[in-house]
């Protein structure tokens, strides 16, 4: 198996890992064909035979810039509790599997935002119980409406945002929650 790396998360993608978090994708990588990174979920397009990572330099990060990296790893941070828990409450066992594959991406994001913005960790967020909802389809109806909403934050921030690779990390994470959207809304 080619061994590829992710410059989105930094994931070394080989056999021991390709196939994680198999679940939040509608195909599947294999070992001799490599679609998304499992860590993160971008595509085969963004993934590279050598090393490599989208940084930033502290310095050239405005205060604007800053705010944007700040919410969008307090969104994804979000995102990921509420998939976490929501695996627990769903009752099918596939919606189960997604949301909790899904956690682990979107978290994974949180953690792509904060080493861009040299945060030192993920902040504790308010703890939410989400175990009044009682139905699947309300589940999949508030994921699919976390989707959208992280979509239209990237599309809508990129155009602030003056870094190059932060731009390229947005673009990136944005068609991964498209990606996320199709899924659930299968």
Do not use: Q, W
């Not at 890992?17 to 679609?35: G, L, Q, R, S, T």
């Not at 397009?45 to 810039?65: A, G, H, S, V």
């Not at 792509?112 to 030192?120: E, G, N, P, T, Y």
Request: aromatic residues 12%.
């Amino acid at each position: 198996m080619e061994e590829l790396f992710c410059p989105i998360c930094g994931a070394k993608i080989n056999e021991k890992n390709y196939n994680i978090n198999k679940f939040a994708f509608e195909d599947y990588n294999v070992n001799d064909m490599i679609k998304f990174c499992p860590i993160c979920g971008v595509t085969r397009e963004y993934l590279k035979e050598e090393y490599y990572i989208y940084t930033t330099k502290e310095e050239e990060l405005d205060e604007n810039t800053l705010k944007i990296l700040d919410h969008a790893m307090k969104l994804e941070t979000f995102n990921g509790d509420f998939y976490k828990k929501a695996s627990f409450l769903v009752k099918d066992k596939k919606i189960s599997k997604i949301f909790s594959d899904l956690a682990n991406i979107e978290n994974s994001h949180a953690n792509v935002h904060k080493r861009l913005a040299h945060i030192k960790e993920i902040p504790k967020l308010k703890d939410m119980d989400y175990t009044k909802y009682k139905e699947d389809e309300i589940f999949l109806d508030m994921a699919s409406k976390r989707e959208k909403h992280a979509v239209a934050y990237y599309n809508k921030y990129i155009r602030e945002i003056k870094i190059d690779s932060v731009k390229k990390v947005f673009k990136a994470l944005a068609k991964v929650e498209e990606d996320h959207i199709d899924i659930l809304d299968k």
